[in-house]
């Protein structure tokens, strides 16, 4: 049978425009959907206020910052911006000495409800953060160095940032944090006539706290609990499409995202599936479940025995990815300083000593670890290698809490001692959650802790919970797992005095002189050899007062379905949600 050559014409034009459909298409609902595991449930969502780093992971697809760092090489890279600040030096006037960094904001840039993102709205965020009356030490203090922000009132989508103190990290604080549209979270205008530099000092910002009202009702409405997970508007590609307390929170991608017009855009203004689910499942085994199921797509955080026997398991070899990539993230012990036996320098040192470290990273961690002296990555030019790492010595914690006054004097194999006229016995409680990996450190420091007199209780909450306890110091020994930024760090906000708040960072009440000073010097040093000089002196100061006991940097965990393709990073939980696209398109 003989074809025509009209025929033959009209079938390749047909295959053609399907190949082309195939690899142009767009992609259905039912196809684009990423499902991940939370380990606990975010405590909310706002970014000025929440301290879940789960609540951070998910405001970073809602509420978009001026820029942010590249998942693969660490650089800034401009988001709701045309590009980085242009800078100068300021050589006169009240902000001598000071630097000006000058943005344009992208002309495509809105809000979910269409109205234009301007400088205004930088200026509301600055100044919500810097509001006294706003529950949100962590934002306050990160944003302190900033001086004042001026919004052109002809083109306010242009607007000047200044900073007038040398700081080695300015141009990350002025443009890597959430911006708030102010027409959603201030629709009265409390904070609308109130100009940014009145509220950049904090004693100035008191002081304008009592006087003016309409900081104190700004506060009252923003703390409301619809702000923290009914209302979460910003920028970016996703929006908050529901929350089932305890199950999951689904993020649904914007149909008329301003994103979209965006020639060349940067690799994270992708946004790829049309809907993330997130799925709150605390339980790892049922996690493991579900991803060997299909039912989740990715896994973070897996407990590394668990990790090592999928993997070694040919029955998944051929559905999942395996990956291990290095994060910038330490385990430890938070110790509350503040507690009446922790707040003794020797009984922060016998634990210490207690702490079978190898023991942990060969039998907790799997060897997926390595040990490190202090909040750095051992892998930083700045990392002190030169302090001996703390050894497992049981002789050593029973002398210290000896020459501390520690003795058993009823003979029941705990040590007591009178403080403050009580005889206290030495009992601590250390707070976990149902994590394998805190379960088993746990229990290890119990055993070991009970062969020199010291008596461990352990009590398993949920995470919301412990970061409760964590953020009104009401803990007393926490297992924690603080993570930085891959750039330079501030230490700050988890150190320094200033941050020993309600709701600051530094949640072990941790309080030294020359530390602060250190710290201090850190961030007006632009020199990198005075600055590592600080960063190891300041290593030294924590190894020498032990606030908390630094047990390891892990490699992080990562299980993901092979129906996605991806590349692994060292930001955040090791993945960037929003970059996944399905491997059979």
Not at 20 to 46: F, G, Y
Not at 266 to 280: D, G, H, K, S, V
Request: charged content about 25%; some cysteine; glycine content about 4%.
């Amino acid at each position: 049978m003989r074809i025509s050559s009209a025929l033959c014409f009209l079938l390749l034009l047909i295959i053609s425009i399907t190949m082309s459909c195939k690899s142009d298409r767009v992609v259905s609902d039912a196809e684009s959907i990423i499902t991940v595991r939370l380990p606990s449930e975010p405590d909310m969502l706002n970014p000025a206020r929440s301290s879940s780093s789960y609540a951070t992971q998910i405001e970073s697809h809602i509420m978009y910052p001026l820029a942010e760092l590249d998942p693969q090489t660490y650089t800034l890279m401009p988001l709701l911006i045309e590009t980085l600040a242009n800078t100068e030096p300021i050589t006169q006037g009240l902000d001598s000495g000071g630097t000006v960094f000058h943005y344009k904001i992208r002309d495509e840039a809105s809000w979910d409800d269409g109205i234009p993102v301007t400088g205004y709205d930088y200026a509301f965020t600055i100044k919500m953060a810097l509001n006294p009356k706003v529950d949100n030490e962590v934002w306050r203090g990160f944003l302190t160095v900033v001086t004042n922000v001026q919004v052109d009132p002809v083109e306010p989508k242009k607007f000047d940032v200044i900073i007038a103190e040398p700081y080695f990290l300015a141009e990350v604080v002025a443009c890597n944090f959430n911006i708030y549209p102010a027409h959603i979270y201030d629709s009265t205008g409390y904070l609308k006539d109130i100009p940014v530099r009145l509220l950049t000092n904090p004693v100035h910002a008191d002081s304008l706290a009592k006087r003016d009202p309409r900081l104190l009702q700004f506060a009252e409405s923003f703390m409301q609990v619809r702000f923290a997970n009914e209302v979460v508007s910003g920028s970016g590609p996703y929006r908050l499409a529901s929350w089932l307390t305890g199950q999951r929170i689904i993020l649904e991608r914007k149909s008329d995202w301003w994103g979209d017009k965006v020639q060349n855009k940067p690799t994270l203004m992708n946004a790829y599936p049309q809907r993330i689910i997130y799925e709150i499942v605390p339980d790892e085994n049922t996690a493991l479940t579900m991803v060997k199921d299909g039912s989740i797509d990715v896994i973070a955080e897996v407990s590394p025995s668990a990790f090592i026997g999928l993997r070694s398991d040919s029955a998944f070899q051929d559905r999942l990815q395996f990956l291990t990539p290095k994060i910038p993230q330490y385990y430890c012990l938070e110790l509350n300083n503040k507690n009446s036996i922790l707040r003794e320098r020797n009984v922060r040192k016998a634990l210490s000593h207690v702490v079978d470290y190898q023991g942990i990273i060969d039998n907790v961690a799997q060897g997926m670890a390595q040990r490190t002296i202090g909040p750095f990555h051992p892998d930083v030019e700045y990392y002190n290698h030169t302090i001996v790492e703390v050894p497992f010595d049981l002789a050593k914690a029973k002398a210290l809490l000896a020459e501390a006054g520690w003795s058993d004097t009823n003979g029941n194999g705990v040590l007591d001692k009178v403080i403050e006229g009580k005889r206290t016995e030495l009992n601590l409680d250390i707070t976990v959650s149902q994590r394998p990996e805190g379960q088993a450190i746990a229990l290890l420091l119990k055993e070991n802790a009970a062969k020199v007199g010291i008596e461990i209780d352990i009590v398993t909450k949920d995470g919301a919970l412990i970061n409760q306890d964590a953020r009104n110091r009401t803990f007393e020994i926490l297992p924690s797992r603080p993570r930085s930024d891959v750039t330079l760090v501030d230490p700050f906000q988890n150190w320094h005095s200033n941050s020993d708040a309600p709701g600051g960072n530094n949640r072990c009440g941790f309080r030294n002189a020359e530390a602060d000073s250190l710290m201090t010097v850190i961030r007006a040093t632009e020199s990198a050899t005075e600055r590592n000089t600080s960063y190891k002196a300041l290593q030294r100061v924590l190894a020498e007062e032990q606030p908390v006991i630094f047990l390891y940097v892990p490699l992080e965990r990562l299980i993901v379905t092979k129906q996605f393709e991806m590349q692994p990073s060292s930001r955040r939980p090791g993945y960037f949600e929003n970059l996944f696209v399905r491997a059979d398109l």
